[in-house]
């Protein structure tokens, strides 16, 4: 980054720090169609085509659904005594095209927000659509470049809604290792309504009707047994359904709170939130503080 850039993230920073939530969120918003919004120079879009391959939809309510993760986060932090400042750093793992980390600009200053992605066409995307923050290409297990105890947040959106319990535990020692002393991670899961999706997805293609998604398919598909699952799920059982074959780590995955709490003891960590899904968000929230 050169000097003008570095010009240019503070100015960026000191225009939108004034702002309140509500009014950033108008500025995020608006952003979808006009890159300049009331004289400060807002990140980019990729193409719709290319947010909806990654998450389902684009634009406002792409924006609006990250934003919602983003006062969750925010209201945890809040209560734990650890609140949102410039100073702070934040790291997004699997950052995608970079929606969620753009959120938190507001409240950090943007050149202290770090997100990580191991898709290289993801890499790209978010880099050539906002250079206030920094995007780094990763692998998919640990190690991250980083060194010891750097951040203050670790925040994952939609990523371990679908990763398997191996990748989990690999990526909650690295972020032990990452975050400071009470330092919190906020992870997202597929929650115990995901069942009920699955089953009215089942009942639209016993009727005979399209299903409109080749995911939704996969998902009528590979969710065999949904009673047996939501018996495992309340007995706080780690879930992971594979949707692209045997030996991958890819899937549905569901985190309940008995396994959450079990998770963080093991890691050494505190679970300061487990939110249900459906409760505010459509994922479940879980999020931990480093002891």
Not at 106 to 133: C, G, L, W
Not at 215 to 228: I, K, Y
């Amino acid at each position: 980054m050169d000097s003008n850039t570095k010009v240019s993230v503070e100015l960026f920073h000191q225009k939108v720090n004034q702002l309140t939530d509500d009014q950033w969120k108008l500025f995020l918003t608006r952003s979808v169609s006009e890159h300049v919004v009331e004289d400060v120079v807002m990140p980019t879009f990729p193409p719709e085509s290319f947010q909806s391959s990654i998450h389902g939809h684009s634009g406002v309510t792409s924006i609006n659904e990250a934003f919602n993760f983003f006062l969750e986060v925010k209201n945890v932090a809040n209560r734990v005594g650890s609140p949102f400042s410039p100073s702070r750093y934040l790291l997004d793992f699997g950052c995608g095209w970079g929606r969620i980390g753009r959120m938190f600009m507001k409240d950090i200053q943007p050149s202290r927000i770090y997100a990580v992605e191991p898709e290289s066409a993801n890499t790209i995307e978010a880099r050539k659509n906002n250079y206030y923050t920094n995007i780094i290409q990763s692998e998919y297990e640990p190690p991250l470049v980083f060194g010891n105890g750097i951040f203050d947040y670790v925040v994952a959106w939609s990523v371990f809604s679908h990763l398997d319990e191996y990748l989990l535990r690999k990526w909650l020692e690295e972020f032990r290792r990452v975050l400071k002393p009470g330092g919190l991670v906020a992870i997202t899961s597929q929650g115990r309504s995901f069942f009920d999706y699955v089953a009215q997805l089942k009942e639209i293609k016993e009727r005979g009707e399209p299903l409109g998604h080749a995911w939704h398919e996969t998902l009528v598909r590979h969710f065999v047994d949904l009673p047996s699952m939501k018996k495992q799920y309340d007995d706080g059982n780690f879930i992971h359904v594979q949707s692209h074959g045997s030996g991958n780590h890819y899937g549905e995955a569901f985190i309940p709170l008995g396994f959450a709490q079990r998770i963080a003891q093991e890691m050494k960590m505190e679970l300061v939130e487990f939110m249900e899904s459906g409760t505010k968000l459509p994922q479940s929230l879980i999020v931990l503080r480093a002891l």
